[in-house]
């Protein structure tokens, strides 16, 4: 097993190792950088590969880094660990990166520093690869910030100019809040259980011990300090996944170069639901922390999938499209649905990185048009018309899937009231393709139908026994829903919920058919349509908030300290300095 060892502690620092090549024999040519970042990404998973089918007799593989380091008991503290959650996260960065990698030599040709941005990617790749492979609190911390310096530096990548520098030191000052949340959490149960490895904290928490006893709280581990450990590590998490109300950074980054929108959204936004599926058997021991995170999900999915439905800007419906999927994400955590979070992450974070490579052919598409090109912009597109179908294939089949997972699968997707909640919000979010679908209702020829059906075909199938596979292979992670049946009464009110869904959205239908066919409108529709169409395009004047309610007065405080200080500093009375008015 020392040769296992040996290769995973390989596994981050080759993307490291050729993201510093990089910058020190590059010299400005951006060939070499590439060749170098690109090699460190290769070796490292062909790495990966090598820890996967290497025999591993049934066991994990750990490497220590620095044993006997911040823990009041013998044993390996600081070091690293190739589980499955590990592996699958690591096949995604390490394939997501070489795509963006590649598409960023080619985007940035000519381009100055180019050969400095090249390397970004490769230190962000390396520090994504610490931080999921990491079995020390204090080393993910540490890892989560040194992804963030990663970031910024792509944001600003053309640090010439206002629209880049601005959206990255608001992206430094508020993960910089988020991080210190993060980093108190962890010190605050770290303390408490006496260690930061994570092993140690998870077998005090004594998993599979009655909950309503005490034993699974021992050596000092107190309930108050999951409680209160927890809440600050989802708060800083909350922040990088740009959930509601902490989601003010993400929409102005998009100034930055489309590779770093791709990389971000695809790897980075995500991290926060990795931590989350990480530390899961700790969240669960905190249901009213989950519920939280269930809630501000829910919230942020709704909101982020209503805002996306206004915009014009393609970049600007990703980002927000982004906002949403994170928030249904945070809901599955919420709900104790860890293997499906991880799931959706993977399929989030693939299908994200393409659309924002791809989207340079649409904004191409609509460079000459002065207007929102509304359904002209899909004609134009040609041979990409079918991607559009087969992404409302991938997305609305979730739910669906959801819906018919107690009759296929032999049991319930999730037990109880979860179920019901996730399909909910997993029609509120994909309903928003079947809204696109029917604004370019045109492109439904009898293929595209054909190859509609056949993409939910397959997805069903990949989820029959697909997910039956990552519950096996997550075993490790809690799959326990933090929302149950709340009594007899709940198999009643199951179908009911169902039917009263199913009437909403028909009756919606038939009233905008009957709108768009007849001219007829509901008294006052109109007023109401503008004024919501007006909220959501402006984000729901979240901006508008922050700035008259938090940075204008905190300006304001700011020039009033510094007049004080000047007035003080010249003799001034204190009489003057509250008035001011000059002494006499």
Known sequence: MHIASFFLALLPLMPLGGAIAAIVFSRGDDRKAFSWTRTGVLLSLLDGLFLVFVPKGGEEIRVSLFPDVFSRTPGPEVGLCFDPLAAIMSFLILSVSLVILTFSWRYMTGEPRSDRFLAAIGLATGFLLVLVTARNLLLLYAAWEMVLVALCLLLIHHRQ???????????????????????????????????????????????????????????GLSQTAIVWGTFLIGAGILVRSAQIPFHLWLPVTLDAPTPVSGFMHAGIVNAGGFVLNRLSPVFDHSPLVLHGLFLVGALTAISGSAIMLVQVSVKQTLVYSTMGQMGYMFAECGLGVFPAAIFHMIAHGIFKATLFLGSGSVIHAARF????????????LGRHRILWVLGGALLISLPLILLL????????????????????????????????LFRFSHLLTPRAVLVFTGIFALVFGLYWGGLSWFDRILAPISTTSTITPEGPGWSFFYPVALLTMGFILVAGWIFLARESSSGWKFPGSSRISDHLHDFLDQGGYAEMLIRHGLREPLLSLCHM????????????????????????
């Open 561 to 584: 300290i510094r007049n004080i200080h000047e007035r003080t500093g010249t003799g001034s009375s204190p009489e003057s300095v509250l008035t001011g008015k000059p002494d006499v």
């Open 369 to 380: 048009h002065e207007h929102s090109p509304k359904g002209s912009v899909a004609r134009a």
């Open 405 to 436: 997972s107690d009759t296929f699968r032999g049991k319930p997707f999730l037990p109880g009231t979860g179920g019901m909640i996730l399909l909910f919000f997993g029609l509120a979010t994909a309903m928003q393709t079947v809204f696109n």
């Open 161 to 219: 100019r206002r629209e880049s520098s601005q959206p990255a030191l608001r992206t430094w000052v508020m993960n910089q809040i988020g991080g210190g949340l993060f980093l108190a959490g962890i010190l605050l149960l770290g303390h408490a259980a006496g260690t930061f490895d994570m092993d140690g904290l998870f077998a005090q928490l004594g998993m599979g011990a009655d909950r309503a006893g005490a034993g699974f709280l021992a050596r």
